[in-house]
């Protein structure tokens, strides 16, 4: 879009509200409110803000950072519009004081910056996420609860799937939006759900991750519902994942991941990238899979890829290869989940996929059984290492990694493992109630 294209919708629409936003390294979005008489200003990037006040960002003697707007990414908030008028929002870059130097700490710019390394080598990265979420009641109060709104199951129809309105809302206001839905429907546990939108560049895919997480919370809301993302909220049922479709594509618009003579239908490309994934996977895990709680889905036995392994058709595998070939031709890395920050991680998986590319890495043979059924010793024999089992281990494993170093970037590096440190630390000294429950009335 053109600044002018906007400024002829921000006046048909009646748009009297401007929301810049933008994302801290933890994937949190932000956005600064502006009225009518600041939008010009705003689309011009003179509007500025405190970094100082966003984790993660900077000291308080180098606040002063600037919001550039990305105009692709402006869009009508079709739940805003209130007595005639509207609102709209726009996702910007932030910038330092002097308004011509990107700051490393936004992972937008990150992201960016390794977009533009991957295609020095001839590549551009296509991405599609699967969000998976859960509804959940709210108190009186408006607290959440951990009760779900129904109790059906993978793929039900009403009336057993009460989220079919909420669902419906939401994807109309996603639609209005310009995003293109694909499918929606109710997944295994009780009270979750996922709506899949189509793929699209890993910019503009992390964009949308951030506007759809944002949506599905917003318009549950109005239902009366808490929408949450966090990968376990529920013991003894199955988490939420983001499983994560991503190909490489060359510079003439083919798939680099198709060949339709080789095995399976995969270039070498495709193999050297499944390798580089495989091999850094644990020490991305702690960017994928960033909460203490991330390690309570991604156990045996609820569907969750706990082993370091890929296959054409076993989702117990950490990589899947699903069945559409040639544009289509794609890997599923099924170990994400939706409270991760998509900027990072797609940088993450991108560089670790390139890796393989660039050394030529050999993908390990395929495991086509169900890994959750193999014994410690036949996976030891075939070479199938496990993710970390909590946030402390993938920490450490990220801090080893001089991959994760060079695609975060020093800045992002040293701030994300300092707060992940503190996470670690809060949750490791706490007294959980399952402590309570199991030791108080026998000690």
């Known amino acids: 879009m053109t600044r002018d ?3 002829k919708i921000i006046k048909e629409q009646n748009v009297h509200f401007f929301r810049l936003q933008f994302v801290d390294i933890f994937g949190f979005m932000k956005n600064v409110a502006l009225p009518l008489s600041q939008i010009e200003k705003a689309l011009d990037g003179q509007m500025m803000f405190d970094g100082s006040s966003i984790d993660g960002f900077v000291r308080i003697n180098e606040s002063d950072m600037y919001l550039k707007p990305d105009y692709d990414t402006f869009t009508v908030l079709p739940w805003r519009t209130k007595e005639g008028t509207s609102a709209a929002r726009i996702i910007c870059d932030v910038y330092r004081s002097d308004g011509t130097t990107p700051f490393e700490g936004c992972p937008r710019n990150n992201l960016k910056r390794v977009l533009a390394e991957a295609r020095e080598l001839g590549y551009t990265m296509k991405v599609g ?10 108190t009186e109060k408006k607290y959440p609860t951990t009760k779900t709104h129904d109790v059906a199951g993978y793929f039900s129809v009403d009336p057993e799937d009460c ?5 419906r809302e939401i994807i109309l206001t996603l639609e209005a939006m310009g995003f293109e839905i694909e499918a929606s429907h109710h997944e295994v546990a009780e009270g979750q759900h996922e709506i899949n939108f189509k793929y699209a560049d890993a910019l503009t895919c992390a964009d949308n991750t951030v506007t759809f997480k944002w949506v599905v919370r917003s318009i549950a809301a109005k239902y009366g519902l808490h929408a949450t993302f966090m990968p376990k909220p529920v013991f003894g049922i199955n988490g939420s994942g983001m499983h994560t479709n ?6 003439d618009g083919t798939n680099a991941f198709y060949d339709a003579n080789g095995p399976l239908q ?3 490309i495709a193999y050297h990238y499944i390798a580089g994934i495989l091999k850094n996977a644990r020490g991305f895990a702690a960017v994928t899979n960033p909460l203490v709680n991330s390690y309570k889905r991604l156990v045996a036995g609820y569907e969750a890829p706990v082993y370091v392994a890929w296959s054409a ?4 595998a950490l990589i899947r290869i699903p069945a559409s070939r040639g544009l289509g031709t794609r890997t599923e890395v099924r170990c994400p989940d939706p409270t991760c920050n998509p900027y990072l991680a797609l940088a993450m998986m991108l560089n670790s996929g390139l890796e393989g590319v660039k050394n030529k890495l050999q993908a390990p043979p395929a495991v086509n059984q169900d890994i959750f059924a193999m014994t410690a010793g036949e996976k030891e024999a075939a070479g199938i290492p496990s ?6 281990e993938a920490i450490d494993e990220l801090k080893t990694s001089t991959l994760a170093r060079l695609t975060l970037g020093e800045h992002i590096f040293n701030k994300y493992i300092e707060a992940k440190e503190k996470e670690w630390d809060s949750y490791r000294i706490a007294v959980t109630d399952w402590e309570k429950d199991n030791y108080l ?3």
């Open 5 to 7: 294209e906007i400024m």
């Open 129 to 138: 996420t699967e969000c998976e979420f859960f509804f959940f009641e709210k």
């Open 163 to 167: 989220g079919i309105d909420a669902r």
């Open 246 to 251: 991503q190909s490489l594509f060359n510079l």
């Open 266 to 268: 995969l270039s070498e």
């Open 313 to 316: 058709s076993n989702r117990s």
């Open 387 to 392: 993710m970390p089992a909590n946030l402390k």
């Open 441 to 443: 009335s026998i000690y």
